[in-house]
Nanobody, 125 residues
C-alpha cells in the first residue's frame, strides 16, 4: 500500500530555517505529483507548495513565495520543502501528499490521493 511519511518538523525561532522531508513508497515516485499542505491551529488546511512529477510545474502559495523552495529527488524517492525566514504565521502541522492534478496556479486538497501523518512546525522565540 501507499505510504507517505514526513519528517523534519520542530521548533525554530522567528527568522530561522527548517527543511521538511517526505518519503513515498508503494507507488512509482517519478509518475506522481506531490505537495505540501499545512493546517495552522484553528484554521483550515491550505496548500503550501506543489511540484509536478517532472518538476516542471511548481506552485507556491502567495504567503510563502520567496521563502520556501520545494524540490524532489527521484533517486531517494524524497520530496523536500526548504523553509527560510520563518514567522509565527508559519506555525502549523505540515502534511505531505500525493496529488492527482495541479497547476502553477493551484494545488487543492481535493486533488490529494494520499496524505502523510503530518509533522509539526512551531515558530516561536
Amino acid at each position: 500500500q501507499v505510504q507517505v511519511v514526513e519528517s523534519g518538523g520542530g521548533l525554530v525561532q522567528p527568522g530561522g530555517s527548517l527543511r521538511l522531508s517526505c518519503t513515498a513508497s508503494g507507488l512509482t515516485f517519478d509518475d506522481i505529483n506531490m505537495g505540501w499542505f499545512r493546517q495552522p491551529p484553528g484554521k483550515e488546511r491550505e496548500g503550501v507548495s506543489c511540484i509536478s512529477w517532472s518538476s516542471r510545474i511548481i506552485y507556491y502559495a502567495n504567503s510563502v513565495k520567496g521563502r520556501f523552495i520545494i524540490s524532489r529527488d527521484s533517486a531517494k524517492r524524497t520530496l523536500y520543502l526548504q523553509m527560510k525566514n520563518l514567522t509565527a504565521e508559519d506555525t502549523a502541522m505540515y502534511y505531505c501528499a500525493t496529488i492527482r492534478e495541479m497547476s502553477s496556479r493551484t494545488c487543492a486538497g481535493s486533488q490529494v490521493s494520499h496524505w502523510g501523518q503530518g509533522t509539526q512546525v512551531t515558530v516561536s522565540s
